[in-house]
C-alpha cells in the first residue's frame, strides 16, 4: 500500500485543519488505518484509528472531542477533521495502513506509512 497524506499547513489556534490520506496498491478496505503525529525532539505518538468498516475508532485522549477520523472505502481515502486545535497539535502527521483491521493504537501494529504532513499551529 502506498500513502500519500496532504492538507497540513499553518493555521492560528482555534482554527480548523482537514488532513486526508489517499492510499493505492492493494485494497484499501482489508486494512485497519491510523494517525500519528511526531512533534520536533518527541517521539511519535498516537492520534487516532479506524477500523477496515469504520465501525471501530478510537482517539488519543489529547484529542478527542476536537478530531474526527473517517475513512471512504469507495474512494481510499482517511480523512482527520481537526478543530480547536492548539499550539501543542504542532507536529508532523502521519497516516499508517494496519492488516489488523480493527485498527491499533500501537505503532508497531502498522505496515505502511505515508510520507507525513506537517501541521503547525500558532498561539
Given at each position: 500500500?502506498?500513502?500519500?497524506?496532504?492538507?497540513?499547513?499553518?493555521v492560528?489556534?482555534?482554527?480548523?485543519?482537514r488532513?486526508?490520506?489517499?492510499?493505492?496498491?492493494?485494497?484499501?478496505?482489508?486494512y485497519?488505518?491510523?494517525?500519528?503525529?511526531?512533534?520536533?525532539?518527541?517521539?511519535?505518538?498516537?492520534?487516532?484509528?479506524i477500523?477496515?468498516?469504520?465501525?471501530?475508532?478510537?482517539?488519543?485522549?489529547?484529542?478527542?472531542?476536537?478530531?474526527?477520523?473517517?475513512?471512504?472505502?469507495?474512494?481510499?481515502t482517511?480523512?482527520?477533521?481537526?478543530?480547536s486545535?492548539?499550539?501543542?497539535?504542532?507536529?508532523?502527521?502521519?497516516?499508517?495502513?494496519?492488516?489488523?483491521?480493527?485498527?491499533d493504537r500501537?505503532?508497531?501494529?502498522?505496515?505502511?506509512?505515508?510520507q507525513?504532513?506537517?501541521?503547525?499551529?500558532?498561539?
Open positions: 500500500v502506498q500513502l500519500q497524506a496532504s492538507g497540513g499547513g499553518l492560528q489556534a482555534g482554527g480548523s485543519l488532513l486526508s490520506c489517499a492510499a493505492s496498491g492493494r485494497t484499501f478496505s482489508n485497519g488505518m491510523g494517525w500519528f503525529r511526531q512533534a520536533p525532539g518527541e517521539e511519535r505518538e498516537f492520534v487516532a484509528t477500523s477496515w468498516n469504520g465501525g471501530i475508532i478510537y482517539y488519543a485522549d489529547s484529542v478527542k472531542g476536537r478530531f474526527t477520523i473517517s475513512r471512504d472505502n469507495a474512494k481510499n482517511v480523512s482527520l477533521q481537526m478543530n486545535l492548539k499550539p501543542e497539535d504542532t507536529a508532523v502527521y502521519y497516516c499508517a495502513a494496519s492488516r489488523r483491521q480493527m485498527g500501537w505503532s508497531g501494529a502498522y505496515d505502511y506509512w505515508g507525513g504532513t506537517l501541521v503547525t499551529v500558532s498561539s
